[in-house]
């Protein structure tokens, strides 16, 4: 009987770390996202000079200069939140939002607020991605 509460815990915790874990059949780098999902308007470089660009209007947003246009650090939850969809209802962005795309799999993640959150995990990855890409 005394081992039932902590077998329990431990099942639970197992459970948990199985939920959170990526599929198989999900990219695993956010380089495959952002080539599937970003170049045509952002361009291979992030420039914002994609085949899409031209016809664009705002033009797509240079994301190798998210950091130094933030202080000098990068702003994950911002960056995700775009990602999603989330503009607070104040977009002249023809950014489509592509948080369902990037549902397969969570992980816990910090994105910079303190408060670790089950997060997409292809998500994680593509603002990573982003994040590498600053100049």
Same mark, same amino acid.
Request: glycine share 10%; charged share 15%; net charge negative.
């Given at each position: ?16 770390? +199985?939920?959170?874990?990526? /599929? ?11 080539? /599937?999902?970003? *170049? ?23 994301? *190798? *200069?998210?950091?130094? /246009?933030?202080g000098g650090t990068f702003p994950r939850l911002q960056v995700m939140g775009r990602i ?32 670790? *959150? ?5 998500? +994680? ?11």
């Open positions: 009987m005394n081992f039932a509460i902590p077998s329990a815990a431990v099942l639970a915790g197992a459970a948990l770390l +199985v939920a959170c874990a990526p /599929r198989p059949d999900v990219p695993r780098t956010g380089a495959a996202d952002y080539a /599937r999902f970003c *170049t045509a308007c952002h361009g291979a470089s992030g420039k914002g000079d994609g085949p899409m660009a031209a016809s664009l209007t705002p033009a797509p947003t240079d994301l *190798t *200069t998210l950091s130094a /246009r933030n999603n969809g989330y503009t607070m209802g104040a977009s002249d962005s023809h950014m489509p939002q592509f948080g369902e795309l990037l549902e397969n799999g969570t992980v816990i993640y910090d994105a910079g607020d303190g408060h670790p *959150t089950e997060t997409p995990a292809r998500l +994680v990855a593509l603002v990573e991605y982003l994040e590498g890409m600053q100049e």
